[in-house]
């Protein structure tokens, strides 16, 4: 069993930060590449932001330049630096990992629970 689990949403003024973090634990042989997603009410789930196990990144051009995607393989978690944060960026903040080898050699897809993120004055 894997469990990926997010924390650091919460409500912030347009212009602030904040920053979100996923740890994943249990069973767990290796990890490749993890990524965040966000879903706002009424639209469909999106790729924000994604990073290899090797520290290769790809973001959404909506965030390309205010959000840095990061990772701690050591500890098997990836952040989400997010600034100059705008009412659009307001939503559920999603941790996936879809390729995650467990020592039995199987390979899982895992997502987190959510985080809310709400940015507004």
């Known amino acids: 069993q894997v469990q990926l689990v997010e924390s650091g949403g919460g409500a912030v003024q347009p212009g602030g930060s904040l920053r979100l973090s996923c740890a994943a634990s249990?069973?767990?042989?290796?990890?490749?590449?993890m990524g965040w997603y966000r879903q706002a009410p009424g639209k469909q789930r999106e790729l924000v932001a994604r990073?290899?196990?090797?520290?290769?990144?790809n973001y959404a051009d909506s965030v390309k330049g205010r959000f840095t995607i990061s990772r701690d393989n050591a500890q098997n978690t990836v952040y989400l630096e997010m600034n100059s944060l705008k009412p659009e960026d307001t939503a559920v903040y999603y941790c996936?990992?879809?390729?995650?080898?467990?020592?039995?050699?199987?390979?899982?897809?895992?997502w987190g629970q959510g985080t809310l993120v709400t940015v507004s004055s």
């Open positions: 996936n990992a879809p390729r995650v080898r467990t020592p039995g050699g199987r390979y899982l897809e895992v």
């Open positions: 249990g069973s767990i042989f290796s990890i490749g590449t």
């Open positions: 990073i290899t196990s090797g520290g290769s990144t």
